[in-house]
């Protein structure tokens, strides 16, 4: 029997980007709950978030941002080996968002598969296809973290909606003669699963909602039930305190274990590209893992908001065109969210 | 083991760090929110620091009892005996 041929090494060959056309201001957050602009730049640093607009899907965003990142690598998506999409907001448990991506990119007959690992989900993406190239399973492995959030968040509460944005980011990982892709810290949690979860599941709208109305995004009036009506279409919610403690104190650790694994120090690095969760989560966790200030720090949340699994490949991108010469530098990256769960590792940046 | 005024002065040190406030004016019948302006998140960043630093656990649920800054200082101090 054979058993395939390993490869030492793995890089991230190009990133890509698809950021969607609506604005959404501070102001227009403060038509839904009662807040300021003011407030929420000191406690989020968001000043805008894209939205989708109605007809966009996820997978028409992780299309655009997967075309950007085949271009950068100079790859056709004939070419891929594997499709790996992270999301959470793809609205079908079956068939998967990457099924229909791969075809869509010309990736037919590739392997593909949905990852539901949150705002981590990226990071694992890149676990996943280092592996995958390095076993010699895979050559080109296609990770897009892409997001609709706005579908599943409800804008008059106020413990996460106002933070989120939509959008999707890529990359295109591949063999490489030189280490790219420093060993993956990863990991989950599950007694605070309920940090960050949903009010219901979908079954609740199955069995709840009133006549003629289930298809509805949120169903509103005679609601003769013990479901309150506005509940009944699933929505995110977050215990912002746990959350922001676990982010601060668990992360710092797994990134610095991500530093170590990799044998890199902090100012070896030339970027630093945490989960685009809250500003001041991107400053407590460079002030504990001591970056310096030679390197650059990606602050993509403030035009961008919180963009679950697209945050750090569009904040890394972003870094790459506005700072070229990024480029051949070491990146940390660190995702981290609803599951709990967790993933961080060295780049090299392409 | 810190006495009272150790952690009085070491909380001062982190509230300093977190918010510029100067150290003097983390007195112990001072509000973190009232009096000293503090917000939830940078009551948490104030919160982790202070477990590092004195080595004691702050669970979620009784942060909200720590109004004052006595109320912390007497916490730790408990917390450290235990």
Known sequence: MNQNPLREHTRVMGFGSYRPDIIVTNEDVCQWIDSSDEWIRQRTGIVTRHRAAEDVSVIDMAEGAARDALAAAGIDGSQLDAVILSTVTHPYPTPSGASLLAERLGATPAPAFDISAACAGYCYGVAQADSLVRSGTSEYVLVVGAEKLSDIIDNSERTISFLLGDGAGAVVIGPSDSPGIGPSIWGSDGSKWDAISMTGSSLQLRDHAPEGKAAGRIATANVEDDVAAESLWPTLRQDGQTVFRWAVWEMAKVAQQALDAAGVKPEELSAFVPHQANMRIIDELAKKLKIPDSVVIARDIADAGNTSAASIPLATHRLLQENPELSGGLSLQIGFGAGLVFGAQVIALP | ?82
């Open chain 2, 1 to 82: 083991m810190a006495s009272n005024e150790e952690i009085q002065a070491g909380l001062a040190e982190i509230v300093n760090e977190e918010t510029g406030l100067a150290p003097e004016a983390v007195e112990l019948d001072k509000s973190f929110t009232d009096d000293l302006d503090i917000d939830s998140i940078s009551m948490m960043t104030i919160v982790v620091n202070a477990e590092e630093k004195f080595g004691v656990r702050i669970p979620d649920e009784e942060v909200k009892n720590l109004k004052t800054v006595g109320d912390a200082v007497t916490y730790i101090s408990n917390a450290q005996e235990g």
